[in-house]
């Protein structure tokens, strides 16, 4: 059968092509190829911001207006793409690498995060933004994430929800509009969608570790290793948490989802030290089920615990066993602040595969992060940034004053 190149295409073929492209970036590629593309495709016009979310927050002394919104980040592989007519070549030094936009539902403003912590990136003090044009790129997208944020410019995360996916109403039997599953107030589960009164709480186990979507339905994964999947029903009422794996006893502190290609591993972390802050049990004994903790503070068990290895779990989903994974090949594990994803590192310009990237909170008021590597060949821990700086950063251009 005879290929036809896309410029001898029927003009008629792009507005339906152009039915399928929903984001701002897609959309601005669309239309920089050409003329006939540009008019076959209006430009992105952004939705209006969700409402916020009917959430509650306790103790009664937060702040009885505070309102959380759904912020959603993208993460990208990005190479350059040599213009060799014009920079002579293309260089040794552009390598593909890890990029997050963070977008802002209330501005429509965009910015750069860091892939693993999701700490803004910031430029110089007083210094003019930056501008980098995207279609100097080619830009692969690899996930989507989201976090609850709060306050005046909505910049502070919602601490105590600890995880979060949002599920596609096709996917929800109940629901004709995007559900919220959440891991909350130090492991409890639970829905909500824009337009409840409340949160709903999914069943009444309080030692979830780990949410995901896997093969478009919602899995989690408990303290002891097990994981289950949530079966939505034809009301709200009716979700059910049901055992998918068997239990892995695996004796870490924190549990981790993660798809691979197509399978779904667990990532057990171990600490030196496992320590809750004093404050918060005392908060959480006392908080219903429909309120979030208001607290400033993470809610992980590794809160003051120096990380000392992690061991790597597949699920063998036809015998229903879990097989201990020793090496994962050229793959790199990314256990990012709000969610964690692989990718494969042939894809970064000769990065080292068979590593785990995760964060420490660097001190007591967990606002800043270490960055680290964990080596599943010889079981150490070395600083990210030493080893896969240029994986995991814009170039240093985007962060300088010009």
Not at 122 to 149: I, T, W
Not at 312 to 320: A, R
Request: a neutral charge; hydrophobic letters at 35%.
């Amino acid at each position: 059968m005879a290929t036809v190149d896309w410029s001898d295409l029927p003009k008629e073929i792009w507005p339906i092509i152009g039915k399928f492209i929903h984001t701002r970036i897609d959309v601005l590629h669309f239309r920089s190829v050409c003329s006939v593309w540009r008019s076959s495709l209006p430009p992105f016009l952004r939705p209006p911001p969700p409402p916020p979310l009917p959430l509650k927050f306790s103790p009664s002394a937060a702040d009885p207006k505070l309102r959380a919104l759904l912020f959603q980040s993208t993460t990208y592989r990005m190479e350059p793409i040599a213009d060799h007519n014009r920079k002579g070549g293309s260089s040794s030094k552009s390598k593909p690498f890890l990029m997050k936009l963070e977008h802002n539902p209330n501005s429509g403003e965009m910015r750069l995060v860091h892939p693993v912590t999701s700490s803004p990136l910031r430029s110089f003090r007083n210094s003019k933004p930056k501008e980098f044009n995207l279609l100097d790129f080619q830009l692969v997208e690899l996930r989507k994430s989201y976090v609850l944020k709060f306050g005046k410019n909505s910049h502070v995360n919602v601490k105590s929800v600890h995880r979060l996916v949002v599920m596609p109403s096709e996917f929800l039997e109940f629901s004709d509009v995007s559900g919220i599953f959440m891991i909350y107030n130090g492991g409890k589960l639970a829905f909500v969608r824009f337009g409840d009164d409340k949160l709903t709480r999914v069943d009444e186990n309080a030692h979830y570790d780990d949410i995901i979507v896997y093969k478009g339905q919602c899995y989690v994964v408990d303290k002891w290793g097990t994981i289950s999947w949530i079966s939505s029903g034809l009301q709200v009422i009716q979700l059910q948490v049901i055992q998918f794996s068997p239990p892995l006893c695996g004796f870490g502190g924190q549990k981790y989802l993660v798809e691979s290609c197509g399978d779904l591993y667990v990532v057990d972390q171990f600490f030196e030290n496992v320590t809750y802050h004093d404050n918060v049990n005392r908060v959480l004994p006392q908080n219903p089920d429909n309120e979030l903790v208001f607290w400033h503070h993470q809610w992980n068990r590794q809160d003051d615990a120096d990380t000392t290895g992690f061991k790597v779990y597949k699920l063998d989903q036809e015998w229903g066993r879990w097989v201990d994974v020793k090496d994962l090949g050229d793959y790199i594990f990314i256990l990012s602040n709000d969610g964690s994803f692989s990718v494969s590192s042939r894809e970064f310009g000769g990065v080292k595969g068979n590593c785990i990237f995760f964060s420490e909170s660097a001190s007591s008021t967990l606002r800043n992060f270490y960055n680290r590597v964990f080596n599943l060949e010889d079981g150490r821990i070395s600083s990210l940034v030493s080893l896969h700086s240029q994986m995991v950063h814009p170039p240093t251009s985007w962060l300088t004053p010009d």
